[in-house]
């Protein structure tokens, strides 16, 4: 059993940064490769980032990619994603997800734990 939990979400303006860490506990993190989710009002949760188990290969969704950077710290059992030039449809609740292994890595359904979400909202 994994548990994760997020923080780091908030109010921003257009073209502002924000960092969402997620803090894991229980069975080892390194265990596990991690993604990070988002899921607008209305719509269907959507992948953002993940990340494998080591951190050494990075995936991100093209709507992101050159502005998002996910990262980890096994060490400290944390995950990081920096978001930078954000953007009013970036606004959501960003999730955290762990243990990739029921699916592909980019998938909802791939990821057996899961956080409770923290709210980003971007105004223009």
């Known amino acids: 059993q994994v548990q994760l939990v997020e923080s780091g979400g908030g109010w921003v303006q257009a073209g502002d940064s924000l960092t969402l860490s997620c803090a894991a506990s229980?069975?080892?993190?390194?265990?596990?490769?991690m993604g990070w989710f988002r899921q607008a009002p209305g719509k269907e949760r959507e992948f953002v980032a993940a990340?494998?188990?080591?951190?050494?290969?990075?995936f991100y969704a093209d709507s992101v990619k050159g502005r998002f950077s996910i990262s980890r710290d096994n060490a400290k059992n944390m995950g990081y994603l920096q978001m930078n030039s954000l953007k009013p449809e970036d606004t959501g609740v960003y999730y955290c997800?762990?243990?990739?292994?029921?699916?592909?890595?980019?998938?909802?359904?791939?990821?057996?734990?899961w956080g409770q979400g923290t709210q980003v909202t971007v105004s223009s």
């Open positions: 997800a762990a243990d990739a292994s029921h699916g592909t890595i980019g998938s909802v359904s791939a990821y057996a734990y």
């Open positions: 990340i494998s188990r080591s951190g050494g290969s990075t």
């Open positions: 229980g069975r080892t993190f390194s265990s596990y490769a």
